[in-house]
């Protein structure tokens, strides 16, 4: 139980860094830099602000141990398409291998926590 606890929490505290506390420090000490990844891709600057708005939604909901199941749920979904098409939109727009596989690493590391949060819950 410890070890399964252990793991779901550094799985998921990784995933908060990348998904939740980056982009929210890069919006609040370097706002300039928040849409220039996503303007590579061609998609329009607000999206980069509601991405990283969703992204800490996602976030609270996964770390807030009260959070109804349901909206757990949603919430690993939301962040698991949004490194889906991150990876699509690298693969397809600029061919970058380093972009492309990290948002594969972080999908995995989002599986990691998905599968020991289910372990706690079935175990509580």
Not at 89 to 102: G, T
Request: no cysteine.
């Amino acid at each position: 139980m410890k070890k399964n606890k252990i793991i779901f929490w550094s799985a998921t505290i990784i995933i908060a860094l990348w998904e939740a506390v980056m982009p929210m420090t890069t919006w609040i000490l370097a706002p300039e830099h928040m849409t220039i990844g996503t303007k590579a891709l061609g998609y329009p600057d607000y999206f980069a602000y509601s991405l990283a708005i969703a992204k800490v939604l996602g976030v609270i909901a996964i770390v807030y141990p009260k959070t109804p199941t349901m909206l757990k749920e949603w919430a690993y979904a939301g962040l698991t398409f949004t490194l889906i098409f991150a990876f699509l939109s690298h693969l397809l727009v600029d061919k970058n291998i380093a972009y492309m596989v990290m948002p594969l690493a972080f999908l995995g590391v989002l599986t990691v926590s998905y599968i020991y949060n289910k372990k706690l819950k079935s175990n509580a």
